[in-house]
């Protein structure tokens, strides 16, 4: 968006295109989440979503200098669309993996360390464009979300509070013997003997 807010009088779009990516995201934010909750596959959806969101950054790095408004505007509804979509998925997969430590917790971090890397990363890729352009800021940034694809694929899933919702433990199920009623005979009286008559 840079390249467009450079441009004498695109300011204007610079800021609708931004406002197309934030709609999307919205969108997509609420699309992304109903998926999971119906198909319950949180990596599977988590890494779909991570890939299709560096497909999205790539195509939006490569066709913001071609200066047709329109593609732009399409790019960016996709980029936003999957990048802010993953953001539920994340925290839900994140929640998923470190059960049971509590929700608040592993959102938490997961939040404070988005705002880090945000601002390191705003950081760099606005020296990068001051330095080299707007083209390579953009590759700055989709190396990195190629670099969280690899890392999210060797996430090992394991879906702790999913499998204690279900009622499926990993544990061995072992019969506990219990004491019946006739071995425990109190004052010579057997509770074991009822017919309906007595009842």
């Given at each position: 968006m840079a390249a467009y807010s450079d441009m004498k009088g695109e300011e204007v779009n610079a800021g609708r295109i931004g406002l197309t990516l934030v709609v999307a995201g919205m969108v997509g934010s609420i699309?992304?989440?109903f998926w999971?909750?119906?198909t319950k596959t949180y990596k599977q959806t988590t890494l779909m979503v991570y890939i299709l969101s560096f497909v999205g950054m790539v195509v939006f790095t490569f066709t913001l200098d071609l200066q047709y408004l329109l593609i732009v505007f399409i790019t960016a509804g996709v980029l936003g669309f999957?990048?802010?979509?993953?953001l539920p998925l994340g925290f839900e997969f994140a929640v998923e993996i470190t059960y049971p430590e509590p929700e608040g917790t592993s959102s938490g971090l997961l939040n404070a360390s988005a705002q880090i890397f945000g601002i390191l990363f705003t950081l760099a890729q606005g020296k990068l464009?001051?330095?080299y352009g707007p083209l390579a800021g953009n590759i700055f940034l989709s190396a990195w979300i190629f670099v969280g694809i690899v890392l999210t694929a060797l996430i090992k899933s394991d879906l702790k509070r999913?499998?204690?919702?279900a009622g499926v433990t990993k544990m061995d199920v072992k019969a506990v013997?219990?004491?019946?009623p006739t071995e425990l005979v109190p004052n010579g009286i057997d509770y074991s003997v009822h017919t309906e008559s007595r009842i």
């Open positions: 699309i992304c989440g999971l909750d119906h999957f990048m802010t979509g993953y464009m001051t330095d999913h499998n204690v919702n013997p219990v004491e019946s």
